[in-house]
């Protein structure tokens, strides 16, 4: 133990490390409940998503723990997986999950390959923190509103009937509505685990009411040949699939640093404003990815959830192996999974109103990077807008983004203020042009 985590040298113990583990397991194990949810309307199967979840959790964190010797926990990213479900909605999307995988394959590796060659930074300094922030924002509306149409709490009928609010008289709403004022309760009480603890109170209540119906809790693990090694790469040389890669990269890259400088500033781990060994830490994170995209579930990365064990004394990767071992664990929870994850159907909708509170909670905390948008000046604050906004109205993160990559330039430029943008934003907002302007098949 002190060779591989050099527990005394960063003054701590098994003891502490273990419990931390299990502190930020619990506040992030929602996502084995949610994940299979949102994936499942891609036409992916429910049970095989729920044990792909579970180890492309294990096996990034552990690594994380064994090879970075961070308390930082990986598993399948909340708003990629929003993202890879619009892409490969049945009957909707631009691409087969099959081909979801394979960009999230893709994505991976060219996530790897940048940190072996340290161009990640790069990417990350391009990018105006203006953009950065509303990409999380218009994601974190996105994420709100799909719970709320999950819940029924708001009905998006299809063609042009305009967005309303659900029936009271449907038992969804009521089970909706107790998890939200739970889920909202126990976060402004700061409990540990929150999100979870109102998934599994609300999926009491609405047995009571017979929303779902009780299915066990524990049983052997489903099988993942249904989604193991079923990625494709075809398909993806077109200007979809390369849009799609490209998301998916973004929002990893992203997601990942924003993360490791979060939990690195909670716990002490920043030198000079920079993480040690963060590398290997990116690594962890591209290899979850790789192997996520094999097993058969969207983008993984590094969860902010972290934060949680570092403030209960992790202090090394020790707490990341306890973390990844609960998630091997959690593979026996199938039947449980299953019940809450049940859609619930009433006048010929389909609701999930257990786990509909979770998205929009997570939607809220997203929503936080709204306040470091500099709203005072016209040329952030615009793109800013167009991409919040777009990117929830129109369904579509790629839309969303290309609203916001495309007008941050032509604003500077016609304000003489284009040696302000940097030449990856002219190269994107170049390439979204192409794609609406020149090439077949429409916007993403």
Not at 54 to 77: D, E, K, Q, R, S
Not at 297 to 322: K, N
Request: hydrophobic residues 55%.
């Amino acid at each position: 133990m002190e060779r591989l985590f050099h527990l005394r040298a960063l003054g701590t113990n098994v003891r502490t490390e273990l419990f931390a583990g299990t502190v930020t397991f619990v506040t992030m194990a929602y996502v084995i409940f949610v994940n299979p949810v949102i994936l499942a309307p891609s036409g992916i199967d429910f049970d095989a998503v729920m044990v792909a979840t579970c180890l492309a959790a294990a096996v990034a964190t552990i690594f994380m723990g064994l090879v970075a010797n961070y308390p930082i926990a990986l598993a399948a990213g909340m708003g990629e997986n929003v993202v890879f479900a619009s892409f490969c909605a049945v009957g909707t999307g631009v691409i087969t999950w099959q081909q979801g995988l394979g960009a999230v394959l893709i994505s991976g590796l060219v996530f790897f390959l940048l940190t072996l060659l340290r161009v990640r930074q790069m990417m990350i300094d391009a990018i105006p923190d203006a953009l950065k922030h509303a990409i999380a924002v218009g994601i974190g509306a996105f994420i709100a509103f799909l719970g709320l149409t999950d819940a029924g709490l708001v009905i998006k009928p299809e063609g042009v009937a305009p967005v309303h609010l659900g029936s009271p008289a449907n038992p969804a709403v009521w089970t909706a509505m107790f998890g939200l004022l739970l889920v909202g309760t126990l976060m402004a009480r700061r409990v540990r685990g929150a999100i979870l603890w109102s998934i599994l109170g609300s999926a009491v209540f609405a047995l009571i009411l017979g929303v779902t119906r009780y299915q066990g809790l524990f049983a052997p693990p489903p099988s993942l040949e249904p989604t193991f090694l079923q990625l494709s790469l075809r398909g993806l040389l077109t200007s979809n699939g390369i849009m799609v890669v490209v998301v998916f990269l973004f929002m990893d890259v992203f997601d990942s640093l924003g993360t490791f400088v979060g939990v690195g500033q909670a716990g002490g781990f920043l030198k000079d404003g920079k993480l040690p060994r963060a590398t290997r830490a990116l690594m962890a994170d591209a290899t979850g990815t790789v192997v996520g995209a094999g097993l058969g579930t969207s983008t993984v990365t590094s969860y902010i959830e972290s934060a949680a064990g570092v403030s209960a004394g992790a202090r090394s990767g020790l707490a990341s192996v306890a973390t990844g071992l609960l998630f091997v664990a959690a593979i026996f929870l199938s039947p449980l999974v299953r019940m809450i994850g049940e859609a619930y159907v009433w006048e010929g909708g389909y609701f999930h109103p257990i786990t509909a509170p979770a998205l929009i909670a997570v939607g809220a905390l997203m929503m936080g990077g709204v306040r470091k948008i500099p709203w005072d000046d016209g040329a952030d604050a615009l793109p800013a807008l167009l991409v919040i906004l777009g990117i929830p109205l129109t369904f579509s993160v790629a839309d969303g983004l290309a609203m916001g990559f495309i007008s941050y330039p032509l604003i500077r430029l016609l304000a003489g203020r284009g040696r302000e943008v940097p030449r990856l934003i002219y190269i994107l907002a170049a390439l979204f042009l192409a794609r609406y302007i020149f090439l077949p098949g429409g916007p993403v």
